[in-house]
């Protein structure tokens, strides 16, 4: 899996962001999550580290209304993000061979008062898709209907285990 594999969005509602590659498989799965709800996402590598300038340049130009940073290890990407601009940020904190995620995981969570990043679980990106989906869907109906037959669908799958 590439990042050239995801089409181009001219006008995306919702930036995925992440620090590598290697953390593509797992933010992917908010891409897809977005694509079910018909949100247009853009889905970039852009490490807050490695590519800071790129980074500030990205968040200044981007149309996206929400962002969602995944990261593994010392993961400030989306308290960077978050300190850059005052959408609404997502953190996934991506899973890393060390220390079972608990890195990422703090680094996103812990953030000093004023600056918030809501982080979802350890690799918990669908989750990420579908928040940053809530969030726009406050302001549109249509995007608010797919959220509230999603929930039936879901109750609905819950039963059906018991038959
Ligand atoms: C972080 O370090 C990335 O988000 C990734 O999870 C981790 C390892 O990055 P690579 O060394 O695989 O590029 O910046």
Redesign the pocket.
Known sequence: MKISDFPVVDAPRVAIL???D??LEVMAKAHKALGEFGVPADIKVI?A?RNPKDLEAYINSTTAEVFICG???A?H?AGVTAALTPKPVIGVP?L?PYVGGLDALLAMAQMPKGVPVATVAINGSQNAGILAAQILAVGDDDLKEKLVAFKAQMAEDGRAKNK
């Open positions: 992440m620090g590598s290697s953390d490490s580290h990261a593994g290890m993961a990407l991506c890393s």
